[in-house]
């Protein structure tokens, strides 16, 4: 879910300021013409000087509020762009943890109000660490574009929205029910086992709101689904790697894991 610059609206309206005085200062020979005289001009040769004078003003004056939307323009767009690279996890191309406290509250608030359920996708990849002690960090850093890429191309324009929290995890908000998120998790799964370098696997944990959990506390619950199946995962291993350590609990959303 994207914003617009706040300052859009608020730079239109701040135009009015400049067009005003234009008009006040194109209008001033008119007024000094009517007190000098005692009367409004009334022929051809006594209005040429406030003619002149006023569309001088004119003139000029367009031309200073022009430049000053032209201004106004690139600096909505380039306050957006700001907006968009603070949000945007630069590996994947998509939103960060940032945008996900952002979002998450909002998707929460639709979800209420047009009465359609949401549910929410928590992945991490599975002996991820592996991956970058074995193979490098380029290996691990093309694993993760390949999920970002996975997810992105499961998730359905205006509905879905997946985001990288941190590390080798990632979120997904889904308008839909748990059936149709396990669903789409499962697809994903198989497209990342599919497409990733080193054939990798995704544990994850899908939970969907009950209308009444916060923000955070949906999410750690997510979290905690993924990591109870990446614990049975990695049992059902054996000795194929090293079990997760504990999970501290609570506070999820603003852990400030880096982005």
């Known amino acids: 879910m994207r914003s617009r610059p706040v300052s859009s609206a608020y730079s239109r309206r701040l135009l009015l300021v400049p067009s005003l005085f234009v008009l006040v200062v ?26 002149a004078v006023s569309g001088l003003v004119l003139v000029l004056g367009w031309w200073i509020v022009t430049l000053i939307r032209r201004e106004q323009r690139n600096t909505d767009r380039h306050l957006g762009e700001l907006e968009r690279l603070t949000l945007t996890d630069p590996l994947t191309g998509l939103g960060n943890r940032r945008a996900l406290e952002r979002d998450l509250p909002r998707m929460m608030k639709l979800s209420e109000r047009v009465q359609t359920p949401l549910a929410l996708l928590y992945l991490d990849v599975d002996h991820f660490k592996q991956i970058n002690d074995g193979f490098g960090h380029a290996a691990g850093d093309e694993t993760l574009r390949v999920l970002g890429a996975v997810l992105r191309a499961c998730s ?45 696997a995704l544990s994850f944990g899908v939970v969907a709101w009950d209308g009444q959990s916060s923000a955070p506390a949906l999410l750690d619950r997510a979290d905690g689904r993924m990591y109870e199946r990446k614990q049975g995962g990695w049992a059902r291993e054996g000795a194929g790697g090293e079990a997760p350590a504990a999970r501290p609990a609570g506070g999820r959303l603003g852990a400030g894991v880096g982005d």
């Open 156 to 200: 359905r324009a205006g509905t879905d929205t997946a985001y990288r929290v941190g590390g080798d995890e990632f979120v997904m908000t889904l308008m839909a029910d748990r059936d149709g998120a396990e669903a789409l998790a499962q697809r994903a799964a198989r497209d990342f086992e599919r497409r990733s370098p080193r054939r990798s």
């Open 26 to 51: 194109a209008a001033t020979p008119w007024f000094t013409e009517r007190y000098a005289l005692g009367r409004w001009p009334r022929d051809l040769r006594g209005s040429m000087t406030p003619l």
